[in-house]
């Protein structure tokens, strides 16, 4: 049995009743963190842009923005997938940085809505979808991503398919079809990193995913082996694939395990460096004024991927590792307020980052990383991190994921609302129906 075959009779056939509590629950908390990071976008320009332009171009009232008004399925779940993924501050598949939600939840919520499914379906929709973007994307990690593409574009597009197609009731042969439509309109280049059009990735994988699974259900016919041909998926986009890592524990092993939550609003390559610098402010407590250095020995992805030595905007910030450890030892933690243009323009903020110092320590691995703080009296503390937080090795409580969701969400929901949908979220499963969930965070 081929692979895209294999993935397409999961994707459709698996019983939801034999998906584990525990994944399902995974579920539930990627579901409330991709509220919270898509409702505190939504006044980002970038999101202004997108959602104005689906709204110009019309279409039927089928699915929520969930900032307000309605549009088609497609413009929904492209609207709700950029603003998923521009605070950068989505959740993270471990193993290949996949951030997999944004599109998957994106495309099974516009759907769900449409369809009026239960709680239950979508997040057994959001299960599967995401293990089939991960499987995807296991396959060819890390060459594919070494060659310059962005995964979450890429593999996204698939689970989006695959989660979509399952809530469409597809069955295997039109679940094929969908998946190989998907992986021909896989795309995301990470030459867009630090621009808007890396969210864009997110929204046209959501997109492309409903529009596919849509195709196939009014029988649209595409090639049977989407990923594993000759001129297939993983053969053009990536160097090296091992088909068998993708395949490995199908319908046992569940890839949403291996996600992982944000606690802070920049690259997950840059955390653990985060989280040692503030340790290490904490222990130390040396003002800031008295530093002489601080020194980062990182994954080689982190300067790769974070490498700006003088970010001017906090949209650069995000990928600055320099930016990252000086507000992170300044203000012990680094949200949204630490990525304003402002924040990065800060007289204090400036002047401890000429002091920070990064280092490759190939031995690594992108969730850990050693920094060494030294006082202009040359005396010197170290801290090793060794799986930072919100990573699988070092997760985030439910209790934590909610805290991060109401810090976001707050403002635009108001506090009663927002504690309401946040019970509502780590409880999906149980819910009849989701229209009146999505009902209470848009407001109609």
Not at 298 to 309: A, H, Q
Not at 317 to 338: E, W
Not at 348 to 376: F, G, K, M, W, Y
Request: hydrophobic share 45%; glycine share 10%.
């Amino acid at each position: 049995m081929g692979a895209t075959l294999t993935l397409a009779k999961f994707a459709s056939e698996f019983e939801t009743d034999a998906i584990p509590t525990d994944v399902l629950h995974a579920s539930e908390r990627c579901f409330l963190d991709y509220l919270g990071v898509t409702l505190a976008a939504w006044e980002e320009p970038t999101v202004e842009i997108i959602r104005s332009l689906a709204l110009d171009l019309g279409g039927n009232a089928q699915a929520s923005l969930l900032g307000g008004g309605m549009t088609s399925l497609t413009n929904a779940a492209l609207v709700n997938g950029v603003a998923s993924h521009v605070l950068d501050f989505d959740d993270t598949h471990d193993p290949t940085i996949l951030h997999g939600t944004g599109p998957v939840m994106s495309a099974a919520l516009a759907v769900g809505q449409w369809m009026g499914v239960s709680g239950r379906a979508l997040m057994a929709a959001h299960s599967i979808g995401f293990d089939v973007a991960a499987r995807v994307a296991l396959a060819v990690h890390p060459e594919h991503y070494d060659q310059g593409f962005h995964v979450t574009g890429t593999a996204g597009t698939l689970g989006a398919a695959a989660a979509a197609g399952r809530l469409l009731g597809l069955d295997s042969n039109q679940m094929i079809n969908a998946l190989s439509a998907a992986a021909a309109q896989a795309a995301g280049l990470r030459e867009m990193f630090g621009s808007m059009t890396k969210s864009l990735h997110a929204g046209k994988a959501a997109a492309n995913g409903v529009l596919s699974a849509l195709l196939a259900k009014r029988d649209w016919v595409s090639a049977a082996a989407g990923l594993e041909g000759v001129r297939g998926y993983w053969s053009v986009l990536s160097q090296k694939s091992d088909v068998d890592r993708a395949l490995a524990g199908l319908g046992t092993t569940w890839e949403l395990l291996n996600d992982g939550f944000k606690p802070y609003a920049c690259g997950v390559v840059t955390h653990p460096t985060i989280d040692a610098v503030a340790a290490l402010a904490r222990s130390a407590a040396l003002p800031a004024s008295e530093v002489a250095s601080i020194h980062c020995w990182v994954n080689p992805y982190v300067l790769e991927l974070t490498g700006k030595r003088e970010p001017t905007t906090g949209l650069e910030g995000k990928f600055s590792i320099y930016h990252c450890a000086a507000v992170g030892y300044l203000d012990g933690t680094a949200r949204l307020r630490q990525f304003s243009d402002d924040a990065v323009g800060r007289a204090d903020v400036v002047a401890l980052r000429s002091l920070v110092q990064a280092e490759i320590d190939p031995n690594l691995p992108t969730s850990a990383a050693r920094v060494t703080l030294t006082a202009r009296s040359g005396q010197s503390w170290t801290e090793i991190v060794t799986a930072a937080t919100g990573t699988p090795g070092n997760p985030m409580a439910d209790s934590a994921v909610r805290e991060k969701f109401l810090d976001l969400a707050e403002e635009r929901l108001g506090r009663l609302t927002a504690d309401q949908v946040a019970d509502e979220a780590l409880s999906t499963a149980r819910l009849p129906e989701v229209r009146s969930l999505i009902a209470r965070i848009t407001g109609f």
